[in-house]
């Protein structure tokens, strides 16, 4: 199954969804090469953020991937403004959409600290270094604070090499 | 002559930047090999983020023929 982040990226801009890049990808992003099988992402919820996110994936077969039966996305419209996260699966791979952040908070607060960055495929926001070494520490798991380990090492040689970032 | 310091690095001894601060120090201590860090500091985002989805494909490939293989 593919993974193409850069892909579900643009899909995700150019559908119009506002929206900041968190996980792993982010982690990658700021400097520790990590491998992470899905792209995570932060947005406001509401069923029009959620019909923005469909537009996005709508011809990539995208289904609920942790319900039992993989419910098609297309088939769950009616729940949408119920939504406080959705987790699919997509020809392009696996796309986390979350409300919150862990140790962060809401949207407007992952917005808040986010950096935007320019690269040849367009802008996105990304997680600034410190909230997300927060959103790790709150996460918890092993390969979050092995994570955040390297993420303060990073942190610490940017802060003595300007130069680097 | 190769002194004992280079020999040990040939080795695969990481040499850890006299500058390095404490957070750096840690981690390497831990076990994290740093000197991928380090190489990955000197791309640009954009450049990581290529690399990542290079080494994402990679794995992906090996999964995929692993699976088609019979590997458990």
Known sequence: ?????????????????????????????????????????????????????????????????????????????????????????????????????????????????????????????????DALIAAKTAAGRQKDLDAVRLLRAVKERKEQQKELF | MIDEETLAQMNGKYACPPDAGPAWRAAMEYGFDMSLIEESLKLTPEQRLAEHQQAINFFIELQESGQSHGAK
Do not use: W
């Open chain 1, 1 to 129: 199954m593919a993974q193409n982040d850069q892909a579900l990226l643009m899909r995700l801009r150019d559908s119009g969804l506002e929206f900041v890049v968190i996980g792993g990808v982010c982690v990658v992003y700021h400097g520790v090469p990590v491998a992470t099988f899905d792209l995570d992402i932060c947005c406001p919820f509401g069923e029009a953020n959620v019909l923005k996110i469909e537009s996005a994936v709508k011809d990539l077969n995208p289904v609920h991937r942790l319900t039992a039966n993989r419910l098609r996305l297309d088939q769950t419209r009616g729940s949408f403004k119920d939504l406080k996260n959705i987790y699919l699966q997509t020809d392009l791979g696996k796309l986390d959409c979350l409300g919150e952040v862990a140790g962060l908070g809401s949207y407007e607060k992952a917005l808040q600290q986010s950096v935007l960055h320019s690269m040849s495929f367009g802008e996105f926001r990304m997680l600034n270094l």
